[in-house]
């Protein structure tokens, strides 16, 4: 099965999670009139426990992308904030109960960041830059708060 990636845009990444930037008007003018602070883009959603911000550096990967395992986060959200300019690869799967369905691709502009929303299926961090470095907020906590799928046939992702 061959997926190509979509444009990351708010409406189409909705059913996953946020999307992050400042497209549009800022919400507020601050910082006596020298910042625009779109306010309270992400949906924090934690079961016992806190939420933490660690520093992920990932390999870069390259596209076409062979997808192999799929995972989710039972007991939190997840955001991705990339510490570069660069673009990133996004993929995704509709949740079928104790599976991932359909998997989908995004691919992510130069300043945007996403928000998974908690159980949602997603594949690893997959920056196609270096430094594949981000900021990642999630829920810091006791217990099993990752769940891994193997893919029995692997999604190749090709650029859309």
Request: aromatic share 8%; glycine share 10%; hydrophobic share 45%.
């Amino acid at each position: 099965m061959v997926i190509r990636t979509a444009p990351l845009t708010a409406e189409a990444f909705a059913p996953f999670g946020d999307v992050l930037d400042c497209a549009g008007s800022p919400d507020k003018i601050i910082n006596e009139g020298m910042c625009g602070r779109f306010h309270d883009r992400a949906t924090l959603d934690f079961e016992d426990g806190r939420a933490g911000v660690s520093i992920f550096h990932a390999q870069p990967r390259t596209l076409p992308y062979q997808l192999k395992l799929l995972e989710r986060h039972p007991q939190g959200s997840q955001a991705f904030i990339p510490m570069s300019f660069e673009p990133f690869l996004i993929i995704v799967a509709q949740d079928l109960g104790n599976a991932p369905g359909e998997v989908s691709a995004f691919l992510s502009a130069a300043g945007q960041a996403i928000n998974f929303h908690k159980g949602t299926w997603h594949g690893v961090l997959t920056p196609l830059h270096a430094p594949g470095l981000f900021a990642v907020v999630d829920r810091i906590g006791d217990g099993a708060n990752l769940e891994e799928f193997r893919l029995e046939h692997p999604v190749m992702i090709e650029r859309g």
